[in-house]
């Protein structure tokens, strides 16, 4: 007895289980290879499903091979022989070459590096394991969700006005093509010929009503075979998909007086961009702002930000007014929630610190869902100032803003070792438990 | 409905088609052809499930690890990335045989596949002498049933790494956990079942109402340790063992029961996949002659139409294609374009000799029972032999075969023979050995362990023909045996 199961309705992604565990096993890998692109990547520029390519360290399925390259002797038989007779010879391909399968396969080592897609679903879970955004109050409350309308391919049924004309009019030809419809020229050349024999002399009968019958198949038959039938037409489908509405502003503050070099600058870049891609998680939409500051402040787009060197001094507060302004004229706290992140190397002019401890206790920090201050140290630095109590005039007074403001945070960075655990460290999940 | 009526004139298929076109070509397999299979089950999928399916050694069960999560994303990106089409069909030697037939196939290529699979396939599956003496068609599925189980089980109680990490040692020796040559001893289900029942047994009869009075918190006496001979890993360890992974599950010092009977279950599974790799060409070819002569009987019927007959040929002809050795297309010898060249070959030399092939193949050289020939050749042999047997100087023609000797110190590969006649012999021996698979296979042997000392474990491999193992994957695999084995590996590389 034969069954004939139909087993398309099962459950799809049986090898779920098994890709789960390829990429807890290729975690190392895939890490490193994400933190590689980071380098070169633009900050809002991490949000797509990507190809990763990872080396097979640690993916390696090793077998016993044998290796027929460094000694002994064998025999093989190839396909295909055109000019050879006995006792010819043929130089050996350069290694790396195969002389064919059997000996790529030999050779054992021919597993080069490996590439796949990971959805950006994977590679921000692996980026962003245990991390839980924090103070998530105001994105709940928000998430109502709207409907969007998408494309969703043809369809043969649908309302006149998403009639798909070229998909339509290639299956009305089509169709008329392989039916054999006469065209009005066929029809008209049928006239002339009738109209031809009916002035013959003397007049042929047959020959007129043979023409006639054929005329009038020809008219019959272009009645029956419509130009345009039902079957032809197509539609543009669309189908209504939900998109949540919460968004986000995301504010870069910097110094770039000279005090910050490029390595200091590189670390802030690095550490915004994790936080965009964080945000980026849990956001439909996220802006940018980058702001710049010396002695005073400028909105500025992100190649200049990073890029552009600019000489002056150092007053931080110019930035908050300026993030202030920005965010009055475009981004109201109902609609939008406010992410800032400030890096600076911790130098301001002496009695500003205190100014910008007042604006951010009373204007800016009811504002924001998080505040975020990196310090960015050398390394020298770093060991001086061990103890979180110790430090420049700025990140002691910040230190009183954080201890008023649970979703205020401040860091301290030397190296680029330093920017994960500090990021896991600022977004821990017990932090927002 | 009469015999030679059209069975279908769309592309389009439906289960009410497929059934019909199925006993058509059931009646042309069994009553033209007296072949001989196993029941059928038939199972339609999608391309996703397919890609599932062959992620997973092809097995509808398998236990989880990580590597076939990997072959699923390189085959994925393969496909997505349009290099490589889905297979058309996947076949399974069980009984029933289930063979996946995938719903984008036209109807064409569904009657192609079933011939193809649930005859071919199966016929081969059934009758060979390989697989009838070393697979177990009727008790595969319950087998990976299990190992999915206990795998599973194991994960839940000794962690992930821990399972992984013996699951990743053991497939490194997959290819050394076979038994070559004696029959390999009886799988551990039955094993475990039967010391299940021997314990349940003694419970029973030791079972006394007494024990239900004592309060709480006092258990009654256990049952007895019931001693098992195969358990008992002492002296007595039967070198050499060429089966290293049966090796290390009955004598490592430091594994435990649990690893054992994974090590078990992935030298089980070793086993049942060893013959397929000593019969790929006679697989292929036996199912590709069998699709390719029913396909043409359901032509010469008037049962199919010509544009679903000549769809079928432009598929048969790209699957038995063989790219030349400079083609930048070769790797490696087609195993259906050589298996099915030399079935149709066999069926030429039986209908329509030349006098060479009476020379050649005297005993059956224009009989004309060509499926005769055949099934004698699918039950009786392997590839290697087969080819030895078989291959005909026409059909070495045909592929322009040539041998080349390869030392391995010299700049240039030499012609040792070609197809004249000088050299079919010897162009034949040599391709036949080419697909011995226990040649082709590093000779890799326990030779000793010191047990009563520092427990060190020899290996040695026997150099064929001075060709030694490569240096960096000896090591990454010696590095998974001393894993398994708890202490030193030494392996010896010395001539045959």
Redesign the interface.
Known sequence: ????????L?P????L??????????RTQIREAVQKSLKDSAVADLDKDRKIKISTKG????????????????????????E?????????PKSGAG????D?S????GEDD????MTQEEVLDIFFEDLELPNLVRTTLKETPNKQWKRAGITTAGSPTQINLVRTMRNSYGRRLALKRPTMADVAALEAQLAAAEQDDPVDPAKISALKEQLAKAIAKRKWVGFIDPIDVRFNSFTEQPTPTSQAVMFCLMDVSGSMGEREKDLAKRFYMLLHLFLKRRYKKVDVVFIRHTHDAQEVNEQEFFYSRQSGGTIVSTALDKMLEIQKERYATADWNIYAAQASDGYTQSGDARHCVDMLNQLIMPLCQYYAYIEILDEREMEVFASEDSGAELWRAYRTVAEEWPNFATKRIAKPGDIFPVFHELFKKSEAA | MSANSLLFSESEWD?AT??RT?KAI?DIALNDLGLDVY????????S??M??AY??IAMPLMY???????M???E??LY?AGYSALAYEVVINSS?CIS?LL?ENTMTMQALVMAHAAFGHNHFFKNNYLFRQWTNAEGIMDYLAFAKKYIAACEERYG?DEV?AVL?SA??L???GVFRYRRPPRPSRERVEQKRQRRAKYEEEAYSELWRTLPAGIEPPAAPMTTDPEDDFGDDMKLPEENLLYFLEKNSPSLKAWQRETLRIVRNLSQYFYPQRQLKVMNEGCATFVHYTIMNMLYERGQITEGSWLEFMHSHTSVVF??????RR????NPYALGYGMMADIRRICEKPTPEDRDWFPDFAGNGDWMGVLKNAWANYRDESFIEQFLSPKLMRD??????????????????????E??YRQ?RA??A??YDVGA???N?QVTGADLKGNRTLFLS?A????????????E??LA?VERLWGHDVKLEERAA
């Open positions: 007895m034969t069954h004939f199961v139909d087993r398309r099962n799809k992604g049986k090898s289980a098994n890709r789960q565990r390829f990429l807890r096993r290729a993916t390696k399925e090793p077998r016993f091979r044998l290796d027929p390259r460094t000694s002994g002797e064998r025999d093989f038989v190839l396909p295909g022989n055109k050879f007779s006995p006792g010819d010879s043929i130089d050996k002389q064919g399968g059997k790529a030999d050779s054992g080592d490996f590439e796949f897609t | 289960f497929v059934q199925y059931e029941p059928n089950q038939i199972e339609i999928i999608s996703e499930q890609l599932d992620s997973s989880n690890h990580w590597s076939f999560g990997k699923f994303a390189r994925e990106a997505r029933p996946y719903e992930r992984e990743d497939h490194a997959m290819e050394q063989q790219p030349e050795f400079s083609d070769y790797s490696g010898f592929f322009r075969l040539f041998a080349l000797y390869d030392k391995a110190d010299a700049s240039a590969f030499k012609v040792s023979a070609i197809h004249n000088g050299g162009v040599m391709l050995r080419q082709a296979d590093p890799i491999h150099m064929h023909r001075g060709i030694p193992l490569h240096n960096q994957t000896k990454l695999v998974h």
